[in-house]
């Protein structure tokens, strides 16, 4: 069995899905790429793909089948031949489709009654599914507004298992609804929920540990997710509450380090970025900062490396070549020097309230909740923008999906699947 370093190492650095084919006289064709969890493969928005086109005018971005849906901010799912959404149907149900790849046909659904009504001064982006779901192959694990989880099988979507965290804990409903999206690895489950952070079995959703209780309610439902990381040589989980980052000892649940994070009204959004032995966030009135680590035998100690008044908000960064490309709050983008903190540009044109960001190393592509699709060189010396192009009339909250010669955009009521580069007879499709 593999060592829980060997598991992160693998997450972290490559994915299967991603592997080269062995050498034969006659190539088979690479695996179909896929996308199972929150932010892709290694859950960081970085893919390996080098055939990246440096356009998306014209023939070099078609689209392939569209699904009208209801509403939500979830991101779709992606396995060899399947696609899955997750979606609010009239404020009182909660639906999970599978639907064929290629096509967009349905292939069934699940259903259960769900519904709330978000604060005031979110309403207007609507109270609509947010956590995004995981696969693990077998299983789809889906995050309910109402503090749920469901395990669906992915063949016919039977339920397997369902975690209502509101009745296992006691706690009250938080008010922006479960945010956080799974994290899956080997037979353990991890998720902020239930006013805390918890390891559930993956195969019954049985609790194996719950640590960093807040009591739930208005500051306890988290919006960031979970992140695998090495930190100090130590395998950990990181986490970001509504108040402090932390790292979790995956087995046991403790807590090895802690640190309060500023931001407005508990607005910490971003999911922790490990780079090195250091972690960087940017809140909502909380500023930008990256945070060092260092350990004596078992006991880790803190210290803050930079930070600065820039606010990233929403939108976590990508991190190429030792710089953050990040999205901040006041609608520009930018580029973080990580060594430094220092930004080497920022710029100029406002875009919408969100971006989600995927990147090969080289590029990035970047959805604009305004619908609209950039295509950047990632460069520390300037804005470096090949192309742009409009991919719907709607909102664009959802993360993008990129696999391989396929992009999936998640409307608000709808999914849309596109190919976006010349189908060769090498990609097998």
């Not at 060899?80 to 149900?93: I, L, M, P, W």
């Not at 970001?240 to 640190?259: D, F, I």
């Not at 220092?342 to 970047?366: D, M, P």
Request: net charge positive; with cysteine.
């Amino acid at each position: 069995m593999k060592t829980l370093v060997a598991i992160i190492t693998t997450v972290l650095v490559t994915s299967a899905s991603f592997a080269e084919p062995p050498a034969t006289t006659s190539a088979p064709s690479p695996p179909q790429a896929t996308w199972l969890q929150w932010r892709g493969p290694t859950r960081d928005g970085m893919i390996r793909d080098d055939g990246w086109p440096k356009a998306l005018q014209g023939d070099a971005l078609t689209l392939v089948w569209r699904v009208e849906l209801g509403d939500g901010y979830s991101s779709p799912i992606v396995d060899s031949n399947r696609v899955f959404t997750f979606e609010t149907r009239g404020r009182s149900q909660e639906v999970v489709r599978a639907l064929d790849r290629t096509t967009g046909k349905q292939l069934w659904t699940a259903t259960w009654g769900a519904g709330m009504n978000v604060p005031f001064f979110a309403a207007s982006n609507g109270s609509w599914v947010r956590s995004t779901p995981a696969c693990d192959g077998k299983s789809l694990y889906v995050g309910g507004m109402r503090d749920l989880l469901v395990c669906l099988d992915t063949t016919a979507g039977k339920e397997k298992w369902q975690v209502d965290f509101l009745k296992r804990y006691g706690t009250p409903l938080p008010s922006f609804g479960l945010v956080s999206s799974p994290l899956v690895v080997e037979d353990g489950l991890y998720i902020q929920a239930g006013g805390s952070f918890v390891k559930l079995d993956k195969k019954s959703g049985e609790t194996l540990w719950r640590t960093l209780e807040d009591g739930g309610g208005m500051y306890g439902g988290a919006f960031s997710s979970p992140m695998l990381g090495i930190l100090c040589q130590r395998p950990q989980v990181v986490v970001q509450t509504r108040t402090l980052l932390a790292g979790v000892e995956p087995k046991t649940g403790q807590v090895l380090w802690k640190q309060a994070v500023e931001a407005f009204r508990g607005m910490n959004i971003l999911n922790p970025t490990v780079f090195g032995d250091s972690v960087f966030t940017s809140s909502y009135g909380g500023g930008t900062i990256l945070l060092g680590l260092d350990r004596q035998e078992e006991a880790f100690s803190i210290r803050t490396v930079w930070k600065t008044r820039s606010e990233g908000y929403m939108s976590t960064p990508v991190v190429i070549d030792g710089k953050a490309y990040l999205y901040r709050r006041d609608r520009s983008f930018s580029c973080v020097d990580m060594a430094s903190g220092r930004e080497l540009w920022v710029t100029q044109e406002k875009f919408g309230q969100y971006w989600s960001l995927v990147s090969n190393g080289t590029l990035i592509l970047a959805l604009d909740q305004k619908g609209e699709l950039l295509l950047i060189r990632a460069s520390p010396e300037k804005f470096d923008l090949l192309d742009r192009r409009r991919v719907s009339t709607a909102q664009t909250w959802a993360h993008l999906v990129v696999c391989g010669e396929e992009i999936f955009v998640r409307e608000q009521r709808a999914i849309a699947a596109y190919r976006w580069r010349e189908v060769t007879s090498k990609s097998g499709q």
